[in-house]
């Protein structure tokens, strides 16, 4: 595997058996489900000027794919057009939406499992694919494993990450925002994401949109809103998401909730991911 046509697919390869047959996918319950469906991966480079905008836009605190790779590895010559940033979609089951459609405070057990432990199964995959690319002797680095990763304040949106997995997935064509915050993705907006950055060369994925909002009905057409009705917070408004609402929502309530409910350390919600038309799809008209 050295022809840089043949990069992508066998990436694209690495990720979807470690989901389709790795035993670490797991929801970790006593029915053993699978924490996520088949994933979705884009590519962006390393030198595209998104990159350097999220710093602007985010806070100069986000960085950049080639100042990871730089501090990861000190000492070397590295730039930014020699990079590629490798990205995923991993859509959440059927049946934990299923679950949580049903749910209208607390988040059902499944999707609570999937908070938890299926970050565990994307920070497996980070590492896999870290390995997988070191194995064929490139210099790889998972961001949000990073050490240099923290949870800054952006002037802008308040609590915000050093490296934001939803605007990798934005620039590596996967997806764009919804009122709700979330990335509406062609498998839907009830998904996590995940990324890595390496030194390969890799095709960008064309983005097949022009502005960041382009699959939110509530943006383009004025109608939908259901995100709103369904946070039980009052986090989400016509004015997009208040984090420091939801954030207290998530915790202590859900925390203590799934907890003395489901018996073991998490949180989450994803009430606004599901139940709503851009769950598991990009929405038309029709889906209000
Ligand atoms: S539920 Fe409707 S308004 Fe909310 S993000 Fe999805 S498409 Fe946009
Ligand atoms: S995660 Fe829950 S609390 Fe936060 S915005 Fe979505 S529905 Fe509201």
């Known amino acids: 595997m050295d022809q840089k046509e043949e990069r992508g697919p066998w990436l694209q390869k690495v990720i979807t058996d470690f989901i389709e047959t790795s035993p670490e996918n797991t929801l970790k319950n006593h029915a053993h489900q699978k924490a996520f469906n088949a994933p979705l991966v884009g590519f962006s480079s390393g030198d595209d000027p998104l990159y350097e905008d999220y710093r602007e836009h985010v806070g100069p605190f986000h960085m950049t794919p080639w100042e990871l790779l730089a501090v990861t590895y ?49 920070d497996k995959l980070r590492e896999h694919l870290v390995k997988c690319l070191k194995k064929e002797g490139y210099r790889a680095v998972a961001p949000s494993l990073a050490p240099q990763s923290s949870i800054r304040i952006s002037p802008k949106y308040g609590y915000a990450s050093t490296w934001s997995e939803r605007h990798a997935a934005y620039a590596s064509g996967l997806g764009t925002f919804g009122l709700c915050d979330g990335l509406i993705t062609p498998k839907g907006k009830a998904m996590r994401t ?81 139940g709503v038309p851009c769950e598991s799809k990009i929405p038309g008209n029709k889906d209000v």
């Open 74 to 122: 000190r000492g070397l010559h590295i730039k930014a057009e020699e990079l590629t940033v490798i990205s995923w979609i991993l859509p959440q089951t059927e049946t934990t939406k299923l679950d949580n459609r049903k749910q209208d405070i607390y988040p059902s057990d499944s999707w609570a499992r999937s908070r938890i432990f299926g970050e565990e199964v994307n």
């Open 194 to 274: 995940g990324s890595i950055v390496a030194q390969i060369k890799i095709p960008p994925t064309k983005r097949p949109y022009t502005n960041h909002h382009e699959y939110c009905l509530f943006y383009t057409k004025g109608t939908c809103k259901k995100c709103i009705s369904r946070c039980p917070a009052g986090a989400i408004s016509e004015n997009g998401k208040d984090k420091e609402l939801c954030y207290r929502h998530l915790i202590p309530k859900t925390r203590d909730y799934v907890t003395s409910n489901y018996g073991f350390n998490g949180y989450g919600c994803g009430l606004c991911q599901t």
